[in-house]
């Protein structure tokens, strides 16, 4: 787990001790004989007034020289200990900007990236959408590099756990990897499953570095039940938001942990198909969509500080990503040509906020992706017509290549930072 943490420290400047020098008192060169025969009262005030006259002066320097000593490197030291906030980069506040180097694979070769998602290979004829990394105002986060990443995962464990948003993400960075693997068979789903949108867990090996990505299907992150034959009519299935799923055990005995959950705390994932709320026992027909998440959200963080060793486990909430449908029943799907900033900055997600809110009051450290903002510019970048089932159009998922590539090299960055990249943390 040291792999995946850094520390800070700071060293004190050592402080040096200087005597004093002492100097006559004038009452003992009162009884002391003048032998140049002055007058004892004149030698004496002439003494008198040269000490009184340089006294201050030497003090002075001695003053000067103890502060130079002690003060300064004390002054040094609060001043770099004031740089350290400000050093730290906040690598979600930045914009998108061309470069043509990207992508970095093509769909069409990764066997485990869905066709779904493989856009260019569904007929998409511009690649506009694939020219875009994202930069930061005061940092630049590593470009991915392939082989790096496979020696260091060496032996991990990796596991997504979310909505398909989250398998997504899990595809692009198996398919990144991917890139530096000689032999390509040595890479193979667990159990020789394929991709599909309802499996509950899905882990790929790559047998040649020994480390396992997986992905656990959990959209709400609590249990999701049928409901008693007592229920209301209009209850079909309720979420139990005081229970974390029943496989969350399976996601234990990880190294890096990443969670996200958004996409269906929508009333049309909800009260649409008859799921309501539960908790302690009891049906909450009038709780709101936004109490439910936070109450959710507080079960996930009650189980992560119960359950999760934090000096193996590092742990990863991913937050919200916008969707760019051009109505609110998501009948048409918006997708443009380039990005548009000006959605960015007008853009909030009270999920996303749920989130913060609830990580600052774990005991255990959490590195929330913020990447809510930052993706809702990208409405050139989604799925829309271009997905393998061309009567759905689709403005909620991501192609791939794409958006996702950059939530995992965000992701890596915080994984293994660089030497001179100190990132800020929220959480």
Known sequence: MSEFSRSTSFSRSKSSNRRTPTFGSPKVLLH??????FPRNGWVSQNFY??????????????????????????????RRNDVPSSQCDVF?????????????NSSECPFAEQGFNCLGNGRSDEDYLRWRWKAKNCDVSKFDSLTTLERLRGKRVVFVGDSMSRTQ??????????GVKDKTSVYEVKGRNITKTARHLGVRFHSFNFSIEFYRSVFLVQSRMATKHAPKRVKSTLVLDKLDDISQEWVDSDVLIFNSGHWWVPSKLFTTGCYFQLAGSLK???SIDMAYKTALSTW????????????TRVFFRTFEPSHWSNESSAHCNVTRFPTPETEKSYESPFTNSVLNMVMNMKTPVDVLRITSMTASRSDAHVGNWSDRKVVSDCS???LPGVPDIWNEILLSYLFPSKDLQLRRFG
């Open 32 to 37: 002391r004989q003048n032998s140049d025969g």
């Open 50 to 79: 040269i000490i009184v006259t340089i006294g201050p002066l030497i003090t002075f320097i001695l003053a000067l020289s103890c502060g130079y000593f002690y003060v300064f490197p004390n002054l040094e030291l609060t001043f």
């Open 93 to 105: 506040d930045g914009s998108w900007v061309p470069d043509y180097t990207y992508p970095l694979y």
């Open 170 to 179: 899990w595809e692009s960075l198996i398919c990144l990897l991917m890139i």
């Open 285 to 287: 027909l009038g709780m």
């Open 301 to 312: 963080a009650s189980w992560v500080d119960a359950s999760i060793n934090s000096t193996r």
């Open 397 to 399: 998922h991501w192609c």
